[in-house]
């Protein structure tokens, strides 16, 4: 299993009031799989993303990355296991406004200390697969909606991450753009052997997954 979640619950507190986001969640994914996680806005599942992914700690419950239970691991050590497991891709792109798009892509090679030569070459690479090679050297705010999506999807598949979690990535594009990235996307992981989280509420694009799970009221069905 490349993931999976034991009995994970999550509680927030406001005031005197406790809110159950997660309710004793049970989840498992295997290497290679493509997961959906479909859910109303508010239902939790950025939640259940940030928990997968090591962002958050569960108020209850394991994480399992890899056969490793993550519970007694430090910051230190879910960072790394983060780094070198997972790719991350956004509604919103997050990249770097300063810095072009084939930089944009660089960055987490040269974070896991990759040399500026290999990871340039690399970067390149992605870029063309995702059809941007005309857009290289283009800053973000020069770029389209779709491209900049499209750039984010190369950076996330940058490092050869066993995991990729989406949170809504085509959210913030019109349906044909959604339609084209979300294609190019899921290729791309399949091509390279990837494992992909992703949460959406398009059930178009839900169903070209290997599963669909709906979160509701806490729960996973």
């Known amino acids: 299993m490349i993931l999976e979640l034991k009995n994970v619950s999550m509680e927030f507190s406001s005031g005197d009031t406790s809110?159950?986001?997660?309710?004793?969640?049970?989840?498992?994914?295997?290497?290679?799989?493509?997961?959906?996680?479909?859910?109303?806005?508010?239902?939790?599942?950025?939640?259940?993303?940030?928990?997968?992914?090591?962002?958050?700690?569960?108020?209850?419950?394991k994480v399992?990355?890899?056969?490793?239970?993550?519970?007694?691991?430090?910051?230190?050590?879910?960072?790394?296991?983060?780094?070198?497991?997972?790719?991350?891709?956004?509604?919103?792109?997050?990249?770097?406004?300063?810095?072009?798009a084939i930089e944009n892509v660089m960055i987490p090679m040269l974070i896991k200390k990759n040399s500026k030569q290999f990871s340039k070459r690399r970067a390149a690479e992605l870029l063309d697969l995702v059809g941007l090679t005309h857009r290289v050297h283009h800053l973000p705010n020069k770029l389209s909606g779709g491209e900049r999506q499209r750039i984010a999807i190369a950076r996330a598949l940058a490092n050869k991450p066993k995991l990729i979690v989406a949170d809504e990535p085509t959210g913030n594009l019109d349906p044909t753009n959604a339609e084209i990235v979300f294609?190019?996307?899921?290729?791309?992981?399949?091509?390279?052997?990837?494992?992909?989280?992703?949460?959406?509420?398009?059930?178009?694009?839900a169903k070209k997954f290997d599963k669909i799970v709906f979160l509701l009221e806490g729960k996973l069905t």
């Open 19 to 61: 809110i159950k986001v997660l309710n004793e969640i049970d989840f498992s994914m295997s290497s290679g799989e493509s997961v959906a996680l479909v859910g109303k806005s508010g239902s939790g599942k950025s939640t259940f993303l940030q928990i997968a992914a090591l962002l958050e700690k569960p108020t209850s419950g």
């Open 64 to 100: 399992i990355i890899i056969e490793k239970e993550t519970s007694m691991l430090s910051d230190d050590e879910r960072t790394k296991l983060r780094r070198e497991n997972f790719g991350f891709v956004y509604q919103f792109h997050n990249l770097l406004s300063e810095f072009s």
């Open 183 to 205: 294609n190019l996307f899921l290729d791309l992981v399949k091509q390279n052997g990837t494992s992909l989280l992703m949460a959406t509420h398009n059930m178009d694009l």
